[in-house]
């Protein structure tokens, strides 16, 4: 596996100036063309499907699921093991571990095609069943898809919390919420915890697409344990490390120190051709004019069969300058970045405000979300703050709330506000 890290910053700061910020930008390049070497590959993967039994699921999505999951199996390669887990207030493994040969998957399909809804909703005996099995293959790439509709039992919260982080650094998970009476919260708390996706599939008969991406996006990784290890000088400290692109995902709190002056943070599993960037800002001891230090050292490290090896590095710096022309240029990236950071953020706080009746501050938190979108060319999410507001003049942020707004768009709104873009490249 070959990558490729470059950082993009504005090295310079003004005297007693202590914030370096940087962007990383990682790419899993070549793959087209060369072998990925055995000693930083992982051959074998593991797809576990978890499906909502719960009886809310009852009708058109239980028909739709099973319909979905079928498909799912036929579309397995051979090569590939996977599993299902089926739950309510209790997990049951429906289909055990096996290898994704014919026989076994007409053994599967069978096993959904008598899946019957029926309970309440209590996610962490899903989630501890799934890990269970992910654990008996810990050198495979290991990823997981969570369908659910409905809100989790408030009894299962802190049971959730202590299974999330017993799942972490062992598989990765994607949400799916179907219909509109389902949290964003809960699913992205599961999925941000799991370094996956969440979204929305407003109907049932979108079920099989969706998950058809999720499969297909899957079955591409190569690789399923890499970690950004960041190296900073004494006396300095990060402030804050996240993943920036293709969505917003706060890294900080997942931080392990590996030694002194070093942490690291997962990356969860890459493939073809993928690329992601990523924000440090690292607090440094003031300098003086004049004065040149390195900042941090960003190294991706990718560990198989217990062998660490490091596969891309770069540099954050930082020099001290008293011309303002230097030391006052935001770094485009940098500022790009922090403005999709502020988008998302008043995304969500428009839409709270608008859930509890505050029409004002909820149209000026959403008209700002259109600025910003407009001035960073996020036309998706421009696209979708379409349908809960007015625009009347999207670069100055001036528009109206809609009176009427279906619950399905204030959801697909939120549940994709983290959603990035990268500088338009005419920019």
């Given at each position: 596996?070959?990558?490729?890290?470059?950082?993009?910053?504005?090295?310079?700061?003004?005297?007693?100036?202590?914030?370096?910020?940087?962007?990383?930008?990682?790419?899993?390049?070549?793959?087209?063309?060369?072998?990925?070497?055995?000693?930083?590959?992982?051959?074998?993967?593991?797809?576990?499907?978890?499906?909502?039994?719960?009886?809310?699921?009852?009708?058109s999505?239980?028909?739709a699921?099973?319909?979905?999951?079928?498909?799912?199996?036929?579309?397995?390669?051979?090569?590939?093991?996977?599993?299902l887990?089926?739950?309510?207030e209790?997990?049951?493994?429906?289909?055990?571990?096996?290898?994704a040969?014919?026989?076994?998957?007409?053994?599967?399909?069978?096993?959904?095609?008598n899946?019957?809804?029926?309970g309440?909703t209590?996610?962490?005996?899903?989630?501890?069943?799934?890990?269970?099995?992910?654990?008996?293959?810990?050198?495979a790439v290991?990823?997981?898809?969570?369908?659910?509709?409905?809100?989790?039992?408030?009894?299962?919260?802190?049971?959730?919390?202590?299974?999330?982080?017993?799942?972490?650094?062992?598989?990765?998970?994607?949400?799916?919420?179907?219909?509109?009476?389902?949290?964003?919260a809960?699913?992205?708390?599961?999925?941000?915890?799991?370094?996956?996706?969440?979204?929305?599939?407003?109907?049932?008969?979108?079920?099989?697409?969706?998950?058809?991406?999720?499969?297909?996006?899957?079955?591409?990784?190569?690789?399923?344990?890499?970690?950004?290890?960041i190296?900073?000088?004494?006396?300095?400290?990060?402030?804050?490390?996240?993943?920036?692109?293709?969505?917003?995902?706060?890294?900080?709190?997942?931080?392990?120190?590996?030694?002194?002056?070093v942490?690291?943070?997962?990356?969860?599993?890459?493939?073809?051709?993928e690329?992601?960037?990523?924000?440090f800002?690292?607090?440094?001891?003031?300098?003086?004019?004049?004065?040149?230090?390195?900042?941090?050292?960003a190294?991706?490290?990718?560990?198989?069969d217990?062998?660490?090896?490091?596969?891309?590095?770069?540099?954050?710096?930082?020099?001290?300058?008293?011309?303002d022309?230097k030391?006052?240029k935001?770094?485009?990236?940098?500022?790009?970045?922090?403005?999709q950071?502020?988008?998302?953020?008043?995304?969500?706080?428009?839409?709270?405000?608008?859930?509890?009746?505050d029409?004002?501050?909820?149209?000026?938190?959403?008209?700002?979300?259109?600025?910003?979108?407009?001035?960073?060319?996020?036309?998706?999410?421009?696209?979708?703050?379409?349908?809960?507001?007015?625009?009347?003049?999207?670069?100055?942020?001036?528009?109206?709330?809609?009176?009427?707004?279906?619950?399905?768009?204030?959801?697909?709104?939120?549940t994709?506000?983290?959603?990035?873009?990268?500088?338009?490249?005419?920019?």
């Amino acid at each position: 596996m070959q990558f490729k890290a470059e950082v993009f910053q504005n090295q310079f700061l003004p005297q007693g100036a202590r914030e370096v910020h940087a962007i990383m930008t990682v790419t899993a390049e070549g793959l087209e063309n060369v072998a990925i070497p055995t000693n930083t590959a992982n051959h074998e993967k593991l797809f576990g499907i978890i499906c909502d039994i719960s009886g809310s699921m009852s009708g058109s999505k239980i028909h739709a699921a099973r319909s979905a999951m079928t498909q799912l199996v036929n579309l397995l390669p051979e090569n590939v093991y996977f599993f299902l887990v089926t739950g309510f207030e209790q997990a049951q493994l429906t289909v055990p571990l096996l290898q994704a040969t014919p026989e076994n998957k007409q053994r599967a399909i069978v096993a959904i095609k008598n899946i019957e809804p029926g309970g309440t909703t209590a996610i962490s005996t899903w989630l501890n069943k799934a890990l269970e099995q992910f654990q008996k293959m810990p050198n495979a790439v290991r990823q997981a898809l969570l369908l659910t509709d409905g809100q989790n039992d408030k009894i299962d919260e802190r049971p959730l919390k202590n299974v999330l982080l017993a799942c972490e650094g062992i598989f990765q998970c994607d949400c799916r919420g179907v219909g509109t009476d389902w949290k964003v919260a809960q699913l992205q708390e599961i999925a941000s915890k799991l370094l996956g996706t969440t979204d929305i599939i407003p109907h049932p008969d979108a079920i099989e697409a969706d998950f058809r991406n999720i499969l297909n996006k899957a079955m591409s990784k190569s690789i399923s344990d890499v970690a950004m290890r960041i190296w900073t000088p004494q006396g300095a400290r990060i402030l804050f490390c996240k993943q920036v692109s293709p969505e917003i995902n706060e890294l900080s709190d997942r931080a392990k120190v590996v030694k002194p002056q070093v942490v690291e943070y997962p990356t969860g599993a890459w493939g073809k051709a993928e690329s992601r960037d990523y924000h440090f800002c690292i607090e440094v001891n003031a300098g003086n004019v004049g004065d040149e230090m390195l900042a941090g050292r960003a190294s991706l490290i990718c560990t198989v069969d217990g062998v660490e090896n490091k596969v891309a590095e770069a540099r954050i710096l930082a020099i001290w300058t008293d011309d303002d022309a230097k030391s006052t240029k935001i770094d485009r990236r940098v500022a790009h970045y922090t403005g999709q950071a502020e988008l998302a953020q008043s995304i969500q706080e428009g839409l709270e405000a608008r859930a509890r009746g505050d029409v004002e501050v909820a149209t000026v938190k959403l008209g700002k979300a259109v600025k910003l979108a407009h001035n960073s060319g996020n036309e998706a999410t421009a696209k979708l703050l379409r349908t809960v507001v007015d625009i009347e003049d999207a670069p100055s942020g001036t528009v109206k709330l809609k009176r009427d707004i279906a619950k399905e768009d204030a959801m697909a709104l939120e549940t994709r506000s983290t959603k990035t873009t990268r500088i338009p490249k005419d920019r």
